[in-house]
């Protein structure tokens, strides 16, 4: 059984910065891509970032240049780095491995202005 969990997340000022971890109880990051999601309140699902098993990344439009996700294969560990967080940064963020229907419970993002 797959388990990931989340963590990492918190209440921080705008400008402030997290970082996310995401921790999975299989050897799953070794050959698949992964990604960071976010659910703001009353809003869907999105992406923010992605990386490949072959290490590319890319990042939604609104994350760019301020978030950062990288993998520790060794760890089995997904991070992603959060800087110059604002309001609407707020969201509980989920990481997935890409193609799969497996998910953790999140971690809620706060950011006050």
């Known amino acids: 059984q797959v388990q990931l969990e989340e963590s990492g997340g918190g209440l921080v000022q705008a400008g402030g910065s997290l970082r996310l971890t995401c921790a999975a109880s299989?050897?799953?990051?070794?050959?698949?891509?992964m990604g960071w999601y976010r659910q703001p309140p009353g809003k869907q699902r999105e992406l923010v970032a992605h990386?490949?098993?072959?290490?590319?990344?890319n990042y939604a439009n609104s994350v760019s240049g301020r978030f950062t996700i990288s993998r520790d294969k060794a760890k089995k560990t997904v991070y992603l780095h959060m800087n110059s967080l604002k309001p609407e940064d707020t969201a509980v963020y989920y990481c997935n491995p890409t193609g799969t229907v497996y998910w953790g419970q999140g971690t809620q993002v706060t950011v006050s202005s």
């Open positions: 990386i490949s098993a072959g290490g590319s990344t």
């Open positions: 299989v050897r799953i990051f070794s050959s698949s891509a």
